[in-house]
């Protein structure tokens, strides 16, 4: 798949929207991927996990022992590429502020690691689920993503193999094009949510 046919995908779920939209990260944006849409829906999900995947297994210069995905919006993606790849997947959940393993999951030191997520912007929850890996002595191999918003841009600290990759315009709310401030800003993502 390219970056042409997963947006096709997120098309015909319904998931490309077009608005003001304020960012997890808080940059606003015209444009929105509303992955809830694409993973409510069993097919979609799988079409875009298995083609991850296969990307990450022809990619990858590494064995993957385990998945590990942020909470919230990584854990549906980082299973279903899990199962996928034949590997189990575990999710990171914020705790005081930080995200942390909770439910009891544990990971070994050494252990090999893909670091799953749904969409980067800037990169900021795959750097802080990859710091929480890193302090229990697994090793993160990499980092994958359905879609990175960033156009390879985003920093995560180790390789992230994106299925598709588009620098969608994003901005500061203080510096907003004039097309953008004529229209109310919504925040349909998750991040902030009490």
């Not at 990260?25 to 298995?50: D, M, W, Y």
């Not at 990171?92 to 009891?104: A, D, I, W, Y």
């Not at 390879?152 to 203080?174: N, Q, T």
Request: charged share 25%.
């Amino acid at each position: 798949m390219n970056t042409d046919d997963v947006l096709g995908v997120f098309r015909d779920a319904g998931a490309l929207l077009e608005g003001h939209f304020i960012l997890s990260s808080g940059l606003r944006s015209s444009v929105f991927l509303q992955k809830a849409f694409i993973f409510k829906n069993p097919v979609h999900t799988e079409t875009l996990c298995k083609a991850l995947a296969d990307k990450v297994k022809a990619k990858l210069d590494s064995d993957v022992d385990i998945i590990v995905a942020p909470a919230m919006g990584g854990i549906i993606p980082g299973y279903e590429t899990a199962r996928h790849m034949a590997v189990e997947s575990l999710f990171v959940e914020r705790e005081n502020g930080e995200f942390t393993l909770r439910r009891g999951f544990t990971l070994e030191p050494g252990q090999k690691v893909l670091m799953v997520e749904d969409i980067v912007t800037t990169g900021l929850s795959s750097r802080e689920c990859i710091a929480a890996i890193n302090a229990t002595g697994a090793v993160v191999v990499g980092g994958a993503c359905i879609f990175d918003r960033s156009g390879g841009e985003a920093d995560i600290g180790v390789p992230l193999i994106s299925l598709a990759s588009r620098k969608f315009p994003a901005f500061a709310a203080d510096d907003l094009p004039d097309e953008l401030k004529a229209i109310p800003a919504i925040k349909p993502g998750s991040r902030g949510l009490k």
